[in-house]
């Protein structure tokens, strides 16, 4: 296996937001990406717009097979109902990657039926924005991201320094290395839950009224709460063990702050708010 | 009663982020602004940085007589505290305000208590800063945000008149008039359980190694973390019934979300994802 450079040919499968913003980046830095998509009038956007050299919205062997790399830009089922139906078509030595937002149910499900002359090195760009579809692609929403790559000992050290060198050339901000598990129970804590607390604040209360004396605070802590509903509800099945418990930790903490309020118990309050004062400035540094 | 331009001499009743921020404002659209602190190195700094012509650390009749419109920039217990034993000192026809962020408490007792010829008329000024003392004043921080007023059968239309123009000159973006009770309502949902969640979820775990994966979601729903857990500790406690039952609610939705979770129930997580989505598009008209 080579350097990133010999990696001339991307195929894209999946031209949402994130399958149009690396198509969008990878074009720009010269690479020829083909796409798959299930819709011509996505094709025909993401070409208008120089997002992609070419597309199909037919899955050929004839097509397929010339891309070295391929990135999966799927919901996870999805993906992995891909790689089942068509594993046939890769080159051989073609590298996949994905952007998935769960890694458990993903990575060992690929890696285990996977031809042996095709490598999967799963990643997941913490990027995103609150629109989706290929119209807003935005390549710049990596610049502040960071890519996190899951190995496994199915993966090769060459397989991985190539995934590593795409996140560079995305614009990643940070690369990181973690286990499948150690990722699902971060972005289950991170992000799954973050969005769950988003939602549920914004179902309290037909809020329409309050638009007008919305603080930073609010408007803060509900920004994410416009949410695809199919892509969300499919990454928390995905992850709902981790989540579960990511949700019950989150409610232990809350009762106990309720409690301590309904106590008149100033002081479990106060220190309640001292550690997370102390803990919120680890981000600032 | 005449107009905002006859309130020359503007007191300032506590040199805190937000005492400051005022005194800043007002010393600069050329009124001649006092202060009462309790350290003389507040009232050096606020002096030496032209944010007030003179200041003093004891209360005396000379001193406060000699104000038209004065400012209680104290936590809410204080602020009451301080009226009990002081209004002797207000000049005839001073009119009073306030900053306090719970009003339920506050209104009633001071405007029950409060000489004849003397008015209250209360304020909240929703905006802030992560950062507390006088030090950091910054009267920026009004220019987007809103300036409630809650006048009651106590107040005169001149009185409310001269507060709402004390809105206007400092920069406001927006001036309402609501009740207290509505006041507090809103605010133990908007401000105060946003707090909350913001201190549980960092209470919830050390998240110091989790900062290099931490995207937008997290840092957003945390801003708030960092907290002055005296004030907030008051002003919960202020608001106590209301806050309790604005948790509730949003333990009742969030135990919702979690149960669909459990038990695999798509629709339900779908239809308050498409809620939460739509009610979140208001505040981006």
Request: net charge negative.
């Amino acid at each position: 296996m080579t350097g990133f450079i010999n990696y001339q040919k991307i195929l894209i499968v999946g031209l949402g937001l994130m399958g149009g913003s690396y198509a969008q980046k990878l074009s720009a830095l010269g690479f020829e990406v083909g796409a798959l998509a299930r819709r011509q009038e996505t094709l025909d956007y993401a070409l208008e717009h120089g997002l992609i050299a070419h597309g199909r919205i037919e899955v050929t062997r004839e097509y397929v097979s010339q891309f070295d790399l391929v990135i999966f830009a799927l919901y996870p089922k999805a993906f992995v109902a891909w790689v089942r139906q068509y594993q046939d078509y890769f080159k051989p030595g073609a590298v996949l990657t994905d952007v998935t937002g769960v890694k458990r149910s993903v990575v060992p499900a690929v890696q285990q039926m996977l031809r042996p002359d095709v490598e999967f090195v799963a990643a997941h760009p913490m990027a995103g924005r609150e629109v989706y579809g290929v119209e807003n692609s935005d390549c710049r929403i990596f610049s502040d991201a960071n890519f996190i790559i899951t190995p496994t000992d199915r993966n090769t050290p060459q397989g991985i320094e190539l995934i590593r060198t795409l996140g560079c050339i995305l614009g990643f901000r940070h690369i990181a290395m973690i286990s499948p598990d150690e990722h699902d129970e971060m972005i289950g804590f991170l992000s799954q839950l973050t969005h769950c607390i988003a939602v549920v604040l914004m179902t309290c209360k037909d809020s329409e009224h309050l638009v007008e004396y919305t603080g930073d605070s609010f408007r803060d802590l509900t920004r994410i709460a416009r949410i695809n509903d199919v892509m969300w509800s499919e990454l928390f099945m995905e992850n709902r063990d981790v989540l579960l418990s990511q949700m019950d930790l989150f409610l232990e903490q809350f009762s106990r702050l309720r409690e301590a309020l309904a106590a008149g118990d100033t002081d479990t309050m106060k220190e309640m708010m001292r550690l997370s004062t102390k803990r919120r400035a680890y981000f600032d540094k």
